[in-house]
């Protein structure tokens, strides 16, 4: 079945800077692939998503940009907020009931 | 619009008691799922449903575990005897489809 890998796990910024948090999958067949946030105590929020016939999508300060031959896609936030701060979760699939989950990626915005 | 809503939003109990979960969908979402969610790791499928049927639930353990969605809306999920091993957040997702998932807050479950 797929695997997804998510680096880094943890990841500090300064205000305003960028921030790149990087995916692998293993199942050259998956062709979705959504970003979540997941704040503390909360379920997480579909932030951003990209289907394989795409190479990138930007949604203001957010984008992700997918190379299908390596396997691998990264969330990119470009100024980044202290309200950005949150646990961050990639994910794959090729149906609807596969969809894999990376371990996360905890991300602090320092003010 | 309204999101996923799940109740209770924390539980706790000792090991070997029953628990159950709730979940109402976003509305006019067909396809829900539930998912377990362990400190420090990604959501993992526990059960698909596609109306009030069954798509998949290959990684729901069965021998306590059991879900249901009877009139394809509201979906609970049970766990009977509980273990240790089940303390997690409990999250419930629709969908609208394209693989589009929309997730609840959570159930966190503390098993003592």
């Known amino acids: 079945g797929e695997n997804v890998e998510q680096h880094p796990s943890t990841l500090s910024v300064q205000e305003g800077d960028s921030a790149v948090i990087k995916c692998t999958y293993s199942?050259?067949?998956?062709?979705?692939f959504p970003w979540y946030k997941q704040e503390l105590g909360k379920g997480p929020q579909l932030i951003i998503d990209i289907r394989s016939n795409v190479g990138e999508k930007k949604d203001q300060r957010i984008a992700v940009t997918l190379n299908k031959t390596a396997k691998h896609f990264s969330l990119h936030i470009t100024e980044t907020q202290p309200e950005d701060s949150a646990v961050y979760f990639c994910a794959a699939s090729i149906r609807s009931d596969d969809m894999r989950f990376g371990a996360g990626t905890r991300l602090t915005v320092k003010p | 619009e309204a999101g996923v809503a799940q109740s209770p939003r924390y539980k706790i109990i000792e090991k070997r008691q029953s628990v159950a979960f709730w979940c109402n969908p976003i509305s006019g979402h067909a396809t829900l799922y539930w998912y377990q969610q362990i400190l420090g790791q990604g959501p993992k499928l526990l059960i698909q449903f596609q109306n009030n049927g069954v798509v998949d639930d290959s990684q729901l353990p069965k021998d306590r575990f059991s879900a249901e969605r009877l009139k394809g809306v509201d979906s609970t999920l049970k766990i009977q005897p509980a273990k240790l091993e089940d303390s997690a957040v409990y999250l419930c997702a629709s969908s609208p489809g394209k693989n589009i998932q929309y997730f609840g807050a959570g159930t966190r479950l503390s098993v003592l």
């Open positions: 199942d050259s067949a998956s062709n979705y």
